[in-house]
């Protein structure tokens, strides 16, 4: 199964210019058109699942807005006392 | 949830937290994140001394959290030979756009290189005068249209473009030249191995590092920033060969 | 420190080492070149920074690129160099940075020759780069006084922030005389609180001429004024020679200064109440020495080595209340001073009128 990731777009920084969304491998990133950020730009997000937290939208984007999370598969190893 | 054990990717300590003013999509923004990047996992950023151009990123110096000086157009390289001369101990690198450094500051850069300054160039190649409208630069491509160029670049009256890294390596005091380019995941991945490098030389005192980037400018061009990518890729690059130029032997054996 | 015979050049570039001189970036240019090859040898030595430039504009901006880390640097040229250097300068000036420069000026406009000069005192003074700046320039008339004035160039230069430029030209550059050299004075890296050093745990620095806001660009350029009228305050320099009694004032600085007070000295002999004022800084100028030189002065004689040129500082502060008269060489011929003890007897000898513009009839002279 494909790790299961989630992404959050800054509003300070998405100037909407879409190459996040060219370059997610999954196509589940598009320009929110409900929602537009202080500097009056549509930001990208998430509209369906299936991110799997590879970041190539991160390493695409030109305003660093974008941070990257995925869901930790491992269990930390415990520790005796 | 958010913790960093799963925190995959965030914006870089080495950015401050201002906005950068360039236009959406222009990768500027991306060359800026990965020097940012490498001056983080480099452990660099108290002891940089950036040397911002003239053109569109005249306002560099606002985003990285280092100290930073203000070129006149096209003479970052000898600044950045000023600085660096009475603070070897330091990290100095000039970030240089097209016209700056190919244009104005040719002799500047040439003998920066020459002389084997060790400083890092970071060199953006968007193939225009970004800043200025979109006029015609050293490196704008045979039969490009610009505001001065307007039916294409004819090499019969405006030359032909100029291919900086190809040049500069020619010259012995550079440790280190490459060309990459911004303009899909994989080499944005491989430019910031090669910005890493760069800095790598500089730290290591093993001579001039420089690294061109292929970059785009959506507004200039008039294409969306997704389209100017593949006109990277399918225009820029065959006239721009990506490559390693010059890495000396000394370089050849970091490993990063 | 004993006296010891130095070559001008030379000893401004000594001069400069014992005063903390960390870093020179230079390009030969005759008739300076001299301070560059002595310091391609002496910089080294002493472990501190030098780099022949590959143009007068390299060497600015690597000077304004050392400056910005506050060390005490400077670069050299003559006339057509300094002209490629007014790009820099200018940024240096905006950026509100100590730099120091020294023009050793030749025969112009354009190539000219390498003849001994004072025609670019215009651009060291009032113009050369663009935009509203003051700069601090000081003009010896001999080694021992470049010497010290080298000195003074860099204390001025970190104190007001600001560029001090010294001019002088190629006969003092050239010439040999016994002269005494201050001790050597020990490098210690002041830590200004605007130098971008990039030194660990602190703030980051920005150092820019930027001011994209108009109402910061005059609020800037208003604050260079203000530090402006304190040097005017406070670091005027001049020296006078027989104006107690004086009713005939000559007016010269640098080379033109030194030949005019020989002029002076043979005057007095033949008894003609004669002085000179020399200013030394003449930016800024002592427009108050000459001030109070008007109530006892029947003439005011102005000579340079140029068309005429702190000439307009003189009218500007004499205003039509006393005759001046203008006597220059330009082209590089340097007046012997015989030449300028005619022209005093000429002035005693009178009448003489208010004149709107003194180079007239001296044109009208040096044509005849
Ligand atoms: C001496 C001087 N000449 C011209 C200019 C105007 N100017 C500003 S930026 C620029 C061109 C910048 O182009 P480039 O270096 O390619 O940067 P880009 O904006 O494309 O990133 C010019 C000509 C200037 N600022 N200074
Ligand atoms: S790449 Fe960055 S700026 Fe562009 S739309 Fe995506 S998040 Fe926004
Ligand atoms: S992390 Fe990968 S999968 Fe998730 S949105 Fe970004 S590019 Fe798409
Ligand atoms: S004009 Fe071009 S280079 Fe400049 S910020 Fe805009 S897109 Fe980028
Ligand atoms: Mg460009």
Same mark, same amino acid.
């Given at each position: 199964?494909?790790?299961?990731?989630?992404?959050?777009?800054?509003?300070?920084?998405?100037?909407?210019?879409?190459?996040?969304?060219?370059?997610?491998?999954?196509?589940?990133?598009?320009?929110?058109?409900?929602?537009?950020?202080?500097?009056?730009?549509?930001?990208?997000?998430?509209?369906?699942?299936?991110?799997?937290?590879?970041?190539?939208?991160?390493?695409?984007?030109?305003?660093?807005?974008?941070?990257?999370?995925?869901?930790?598969?491992?269990?930390?190893?415990?520790?005796?006392? | 949830?958010?913790?960093?054990?799963?925190?995959?990717?965030?914006?870089?300590?080495?950015?401050?937290?201002?906005?950068?003013?360039?236009?959406?999509?222009?990768?500027?923004?991306?060359?800026?994140?990965?020097?940012?990047?490498?001056?983080?996992?480099?452990?660099?950023?108290?002891?940089?001394?950036?040397?911002?151009?003239?053109?569109?990123?005249?306002?560099?110096?606002?985003?990285?959290?280092?100290?930073?000086?203000?070129?006149?157009?096209?003479?970052?390289?000898?600044?950045?030979?000023?600085?660096?001369?009475?603070?070897?101990?330091?990290?100095?690198?000039?970030?240089?756009?097209?016209?700056?450094?190919?244009?104005?500051?040719?002799?500047?850069?040439?003998?920066?290189?020459?002389?084997?300054?060790?400083?890092?160039?970071?060199?953006?190649?968007?193939?225009?005068?970004?800043?200025?409208?979109?006029?015609?630069?050293?490196?704008?491509?045979?039969?490009?249209?610009?505001?001065?160029?307007?039916?294409?670049?004819?090499?019969?009256?405006?030359?032909?473009?100029?291919?900086?890294?190809?040049?500069?390596?020619?010259?012995?005091?550079?440790?280190?030249?490459?060309?990459?380019?911004?303009?899909?995941?994989?080499?944005?991945?491989?430019?910031?191995?090669?910005?890493?490098?760069?800095?790598?030389?500089?730290?290591?005192?093993?001579?001039?590092?420089?690294?061109?980037?292929?970059?785009?400018?959506?507004?200039?061009?008039?294409?969306?920033?997704?389209?100017?990518?593949?006109?990277?890729?399918?225009?820029?690059?065959?006239?721009?060969?990506?490559?390693?130029?010059?890495?000396?032997?000394?370089?050849?054996?970091?490993?990063? | 420190?004993?006296?010891?015979?130095?070559?001008?050049?030379?000893?401004?570039?000594?001069?400069?080492?014992?005063?903390?001189?960390?870093?020179?970036?230079?390009?030969?240019?005759?008739?300076?070149?001299?301070?560059?090859?002595?310091?391609?040898?002496?910089?080294?030595?002493?472990?501190?920074?030098?780099?022949?430039?590959?143009?007068?504009?390299?060497?600015?901006?690597?000077?304004?690129?050392?400056?910005?880390?506050?060390?005490?640097?400077?670069?050299?040229?003559?006339?057509?160099?300094?002209?490629?250097?007014?790009?820099?300068?200018?940024?240096?000036?905006?950026?509100?940075?100590?730099?120091?420069?020294?023009?050793?000026?030749?025969?112009?406009?354009?190539?000219?020759?390498?003849?001994?000069?004072?025609?670019?005192?215009?651009?060291?003074?009032?113009?050369?780069?663009?935009?509203?700046?003051?700069?601090?320039?000081?003009? *010896? !008339?001999?080694?021992? /006084?470049?010497?010290?004035?080298?000195?003074?160039? &860099? %204390?001025? $230069?970190?104190?007001?922030? +600001?560029?001090?430029?010294?001019?002088?030209?190629?006969?003092?550059?050239?010439?040999?005389? *016994? !002269?005494?050299?201050? /001790?050597?004075?020990?490098?210690?890296?002041?830590? &200004? %609180?605007? $130098?971008?050093?990039?030194? +660990?745990?602190?703030?980051?620095?920005?150092?820019?001429?930027?001011?994209?806001?108009?109402?910061?660009?005059?609020?800037?350029?208003?604050?260079?004024?203000?530090?402006?009228?304190?040097?005017?305050?406070?670091?005027?320099?001049?020296?006078?020679?027989?104006?107690?009694?004086?009713?005939?004032?000559?007016?010269?600085?640098?080379?033109?200064?030194?030949?005019?007070?020989?002029?002076?000295?043979?005057?007095?002999?033949?008894?003609?109440?004669?002085?000179?004022?020399?200013?030394?800084?003449?930016?800024?100028?002592?427009?108050?020495?000459?001030?109070?030189?008007?109530?006892?002065?029947?003439?005011?004689?102005?000579?340079?080595?140029?068309?005429?040129?702190?000439?307009?500082?003189?009218?500007?502060?004499?205003?039509?209340?006393?005759?001046?008269?203008?006597?220059?060489?330009?082209?590089?011929?340097?007046?012997?001073?015989?030449?300028?003890?005619?022209?005093?007897?000429?002035?005693?000898?009178?009448?003489?009128?208010?004149?709107?513009?003194?180079?007239?009839?001296?044109?009208?002279?040096?044509?005849?």
């Amino acid at each position: 199964m494909a790790a299961k990731g989630w992404i959050e777009v800054s509003d300070t920084y998405c100037k909407g210019c879409e190459l996040c969304i060219s370059a997610c491998p999954q196509e589940v990133m598009e320009l929110d058109m409900s929602h537009l950020t202080p500097k009056g730009y549509h930001p990208a997000h998430t509209f369906k699942d299936g991110c799997t937290g590879c970041a190539i939208c991160a390493v695409v984007c030109p305003d660093a807005a974008i941070t990257v999370y995925r869901e930790i598969t491992k269990r930390p190893a415990t520790v005796a006392v | 949830m958010a913790t960093p054990n799963n925190l995959v990717y965030e914006r870089p300590e080495a950015f401050t937290d201002m906005p950068t003013h360039y236009c959406p999509g222009c990768t500027h923004g991306v060359a800026h994140r990965l020097v940012a990047e490498v001056l983080e996992e480099m452990d660099l950023i108290h002891k940089t001394i950036g040397v911002a151009p003239v053109g569109c990123s005249v306002f560099a110096y606002n985003y990285f959290d280092t100290d930073f000086v203000e070129a006149p157009h096209g003479r970052a390289p000898a600044m950045a030979t000023g600085v660096k001369r009475v603070l070897p101990d330091r990290v100095v690198f000039t970030y240089q756009g097209d016209g700056d450094l190919a244009s104005i500051g040719m002799g500047e850069i040439v003998h920066a290189a020459a002389r084997g300054e060790n400083i890092t160039v970071i060199f953006i190649n968007n193939a225009n005068f970004g800043m200025t409208g979109g006029q015609m630069a050293p490196t704008t491509l045979p039969g490009m249209k610009t505001t001065s160029s307007a039916s294409g670049r004819d090499v019969e009256t405006q030359g032909y473009p100029i291919k900086v890294s190809e040049m500069i390596s020619t010259l012995d005091g550079v440790g280190y030249c490459v060309r990459r380019s911004l303009h899909d995941p994989k080499n944005i991945r491989l430019a910031k191995k090669a910005i890493r490098t760069a800095f790598e030389t500089q730290v290591r005192g093993l001579g001039f590092s420089m690294v061109e980037l292929l970059s785009t400018c959506p507004t200039n061009w008039g294409m969306t920033p997704v389209d100017s990518l593949k006109f990277v890729d399918e225009h820029m690059i065959p006239a721009y060969p990506l490559g390693d130029y010059k890495i000396s032997d000394a370089i050849k054996q970091i490993k990063i | 420190m004993p006296k010891e015979l130095w070559k001008g050049n030379e000893a401004i570039a000594e001069a400069a080492v014992r005063a903390g001189l960390e870093a020179y970036f230079g390009y030969p240019i005759t008739p300076q070149t001299e301070i560059l090859e002595y310091l391609s040898r002496r910089m080294p030595e002493l472990g501190r920074a030098f780099v022949q430039a590959e143009s007068e504009l390299g060497a600015i901006n690597m000077v304004y690129g050392a400056a910005c880390t506050g060390v005490r640097v400077m670069s050299t040229s003559s006339s057509p160099g300094v002209s490629l250097m007014m790009e820099g300068l200018s940024y240096i000036a905006g950026t509100e940075i100590p730099a120091v420069l020294v023009n050793v000026m030749r025969g112009g406009p354009g190539l000219g020759n390498i003849a001994p000069a004072q025609s670019d005192y215009n651009q060291a003074v009032r113009g050369g780069g663009h935009g509203d700046y003051p700069r601090i320039v000081l003009a *010896p !008339a001999s080694i021992q /006084e470049a010497i010290d004035l080298m000195g003074l160039s &860099f %204390d001025l $230069a970190e104190k007001y922030r +600001m560029i001090a430029m010294m001019i002088l030209d190629g006969s003092v550059g050239q010439m040999m005389e *016994p !002269a005494e050299m201050p /001790e050597m004075m020990e490098v210690k890296r002041k830590d &200004f %609180d605007w $130098a971008t050093n990039g030194a +660990m745990n602190r703030e980051r620095r920005l150092l820019t001429s930027i001011y994209l806001n108009p109402l910061d660009e005059e609020k800037t350029n208003l604050r260079m004024l203000k530090r402006w009228k304190e040097v005017q305050t406070n670091e005027v320099r001049y020296k006078e020679y027989f104006l107690d009694d004086a009713k005939y004032v000559v007016i010269g600085f640098g080379t033109a200064g030194r030949v005019a007070l020989s002029a002076v000295r043979e005057a007095r002999a033949q008894g003609i109440k004669v002085g000179l004022l020399r200013p030394i800084t003449v930016s800024p100028f002592p427009y108050e020495a000459l001030e109070q030189l008007i109530p006892q002065a029947e003439a005011f004689l102005v000579t340079e080595m140029n068309m005429g040129q702190m000439l307009d500082d003189v009218l500007l502060t004499v205003r039509g209340r006393v005759p001046v008269e203008f006597y220059g060489r330009p082209g590089g011929v340097v007046p012997f001073h015989n030449e300028i003890l005619d022209e005093i007897q000429r002035l005693v000898s009178g009448p003489l009128a208010v004149q709107t513009d003194p180079r007239e009839s001296w044109l009208t002279r040096m044509t005849a």
